[in-house]
């Protein structure tokens, strides 16, 4: 059972989904700490009516990035985290949480990366008229979307599809992916 935080700023319909496959028994991992930069996020009330605690921050509040990241470091310990993933988390990670945890942060992106990198990746990808786009999930590394890939699913479009409904299928791929692939690594994982 690995001990993990969740990392996302949004609405947390990832965080939803491996809290669900936690529940149904296929995802061996506990959420001990769920942390947020935005005080409006959906995802904390979600984390709230989980009763899984909540650290909850403003990056403005600090100096820099490497002191915010520290208090972060500080919690994750006393809440003994050993594996982080990211679920909509919008700020690069820097040297003090990479560094406290080699290896063990995991990021979903909607894209087939290396395409798409960044925000609105669906967006990108429609805009460039591609017919096939998807899901990557991957090891976080000090750039954007860039560290090495653990898996991807790719999906299949008709080119009629508008972006909500690409969204949603996105969406549909990723709460499946994600507990699936995590399992899988958690598994493999003896630390
Ligand atoms: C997901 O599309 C994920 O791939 C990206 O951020 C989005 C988060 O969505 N990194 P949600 O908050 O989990 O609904």
Known sequence: MKKIAIFASGTGSNFDALVAAIERGELAASVELLVCDRRSAKVLEKA???GIPTLLFSGKE??????YEAMIVEALHEHQVEWI???GYM???GETLLNAYPNRIINIHPSLLPAYKGK???GQALAAGERVVG???HYVDAGMDTGELIAQESINLTGRENKEEV????HHVE???YPKTLAKLFAASAS
Do not use: C, F, P, W
């Open 48 to 50: 709230k009516a989980k």
């Open 62 to 67: 600090y100096a820099s990035k490497a002191e």
């Open 85 to 87: 993933v990211l679920a």
């Open 91 to 93: 700020r690069l990670l």
């Open 120 to 122: 609105d990746a669906v």
């Open 135 to 137: 899901v990557s999930i």
């Open 167 to 170: 969204m949603e299928m996105v």
């Open 175 to 177: 709460h499946q992916l």
